[in-house]
């Protein structure tokens, strides 16, 4: 099976509209929509959840007032500031818990539970190009890479018992823990990038981290023509760093007409619809027959 994992470095370079555009092209694909902390695949694939899920991660100190002696020790012990008084009360603030458990551990009382948290939900869906997995992470939650992982493997099951051939995965932006858990044991990335100094400096970012983990990469420069020179040097930069071009999309103002009719980009005539089926020609994975 194979698992093409798009990546961008930084947010906003289109990295979310190419691979819808992917997911329209691919042969039968399971998507994956691993940008969980700022999810919108959903926006132009319009999912229909057929399976959803609680996604628990972490622990959370909850008091039991009525099992509270009020001796204050669990708010001087939080390093966080998570335990509040309120008169007599002792609660704890949800947001400022970081799930250490060292009130519960000291608590004289044994008067706070410790349950596992409820961080997010998780679906399995169905959308006009195949079956999505996607997630949504609750409001201040923490372990994106987790869920991301999830997202993945929930991904690849779905192919496997639907004998689906290909995982296209909406990765996180940045470099950080959710990304390692998106592209680790993928079969290629590809990394959309942007003709900025700062689409520059991340894209050597994100490279960087595709060669430690021995991924073949790929790069291609949305927009590129708002800047040639920038392009071409960042290009020169992809090929130094050990990366293939896949090609070059031009700026294009039906980009913003396709989001406005939750449609992918090749799904409409768009001059740069053009560009993503020749970048898409240029992926080594399977092709849809013409
Ligand atoms: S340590 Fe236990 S008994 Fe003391 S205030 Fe906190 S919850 Fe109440
Ligand atoms: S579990 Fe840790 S962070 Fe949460 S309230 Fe208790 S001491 Fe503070």
């Known amino acids: 099976m194979e698992e093409l994992v798009v990546i961008s470095g930084k947010g906003g370079t289109g990295k979310t509209s190419v691979t819808a555009s992917l997911a329209v092209l691919a042969e039968d694909p ?3 929509d691993c940008d969980v902390d700022a999810a ?5 694939l319009e999912p229909h959840i057929r399976e959803s899920h609680d996604f628990r991660s972490g622990y959370e100190a909850v008091i039991r007032p009525d099992d509270c002696s009020g001796c204050g020790i669990c708010q001087d012990l939080c390093r966080f500031e998570a335990v509040k008084r309120h008169g007599e009360v002792f609660i704890v603030d949800p947001i400022a818990c970081e799930g250490c458990g060292v009130c519960v551990h000291f608590c004289p009382d ?6 596992e948290s409820l961080s997010g939900q998780w679906f399995v869906s169905d959308t006009r190009v195949g079956p999505m997995v996607h997630a949504k992470l609750g409001v201040a939650a923490e372990n994106s890479g987790k869920l991301v992982s999830l997202v993945r493997t929930e991904a690849k099951r779905v192919a496997h018992e639907e004998n689906r051939k290909m995982v296209i995965v909406d990765g996180p932006p940045g470099i950080g823990c959710p990304v390692i858990a998106a592209i680790t044991g993928a079969s290629q990335v590809l990394v959309v990038t942007e003709p900025t100094v700062s689409g520059e400096h991340d894209l050597e970012r994100v490279l960087g981290l595709a060669a430690h983990f021995q991924i073949p ?3 291609c420069v949305n927009k590129w023509d708002i800047n040639p020179e920038m392009t071409k040097r960042i290009e020169d930069k992809a090929l130094a760093l ?5 090609g070059r999309i031009r700026y294009d103002r039906d980009v913003t007409r ?16 053009e560009d993503i089926r020749q970048l898409w ?4 994975f399977p092709k849809p027959a013409a």
């Open 217 to 219: 990469a790929s790069v």
């Open 110 to 115: 044994e008067a706070i539970d410790f349950p």
């Open 40 to 44: 919108d695949l959903h926006l132009v």
């Open 242 to 246: 050990g990366a293939e071009l896949a």
């Open 30 to 32: 399971v998507i994956a």
């Open 258 to 273: 396709a989001q406005i009719e939750n449609k992918a980009v090749v799904e409409i005539d768009a001059p740069s619809a």
């Open 281 to 284: 020609a240029k992926l080594k």
